[in-house]
């Protein structure tokens, strides 16, 4: 099985063989083997290398979530907490993580790893199960996920433009959203999924795309200049009221408001298979639970 996810990942038999240290020949038979028992061709052979069937690409998902199953008892036999990989959106490190992390606290048995990244990057690594659950956000929402996928709504929060709290505009009791392409915006990359959210709102609004003065690398990064400048930045709700309470940003009262996304717990469907993932999965919908009414009483 680590040999198949292999030649998936790097692309050929060649490159596998160097990643796993044993010779090509070795890595050849062993996928020779694997096709002969299923009596399927898995992969193509091409020029570019080895590229997989249709057939193999069922296969392999089913592959990564043994390989991971078994590094899983590897760590079980080492240690008596159980690790579990799990991916999670900046926003979401404030609105949904200390719940996890509360609960956690009563259960010694799991020990979490917690990589922080955003949504495109978190979708590839569960695809390749790297992660056992990703937190993340998706432009479709939960169809967009894919099949091989399960996908499963925590809660939606909605983002809110903000402006240092000395800022003019903070006085304002209202104001259209078309007037703020007149001023200067700090806003996370091009293609995140923030971005792609705002980008859609304002062509669903027939306007033009905001185009940042200052392009940033995390929220938080956007939220201090926010505080000391005259840029504006969209922010998730948790986020900006956070800032707010503080006295350092003001949210402004936009019309027409942008809308709400989700937040999705996405895992592989083979999970539901693993008893102490399931564990975990019904913690992290316990913690959303808890999210999603400390969201409400905004």
Known sequence: ???????????????????????????????????????????????????????????????????????????????????????????????????????????????????????????????????????????????????????????????????????PLAKRRQVPLRSLLQHRWALTAAHTTSRNVLDRFCQEQGMPLIQPFVETGSLDTSAALVTSTDLLSLLPESVARLYEGMGLVSVLRVAPALPSTAVLLVSDPQAVNDPTLMAFRQLVLEAAASARESLSRH
């Open 1 to 167: 099985m680590e040999v198949l996810v292999t030649i998936a990942d790097s692309g050929s038999i060649h490159k596998a063989a160097q990643q796993l240290d044993i010779s090509q020949p070795a890595v050849s038979k062993v996928l020779a083997d694997i096709e002969s028992s299923f009596g399927a061709r898995l992969f193509e052979r091409t020029a570019a290398g080895s590229v997989l069937t249709d057939k193999g690409q069922a296969l392999v998902a089913q592959a990564r979530f043994l390989v991971r199953s078994i590094e899983r008892m590897d760590l079980a036999a080492q240690s008596e907490a159980v690790v579990v990989r799990v991916g999670c959106i900046p926003r979401s490190m404030r609105t949904l993580m200390p719940h996890i992390v509360n609960r956690l606290s009563q259960q010694a048995h799991y020990k979490l790893q917690v990589i922080e990244g955003a949504s495109a990057a978190l979708h590839t690594a569960i695809q390749r199960a790297g992660l056992d659950f990703a937190v993340m956000r998706h432009v479709g929402g939960e169809d967009a996920i894919g099949r091989q996928l399960v996908a499963e709504r925590l809660y939606d929060e909605r983002p809110l433009v903000v402006a240092s709290a000395r800022h």
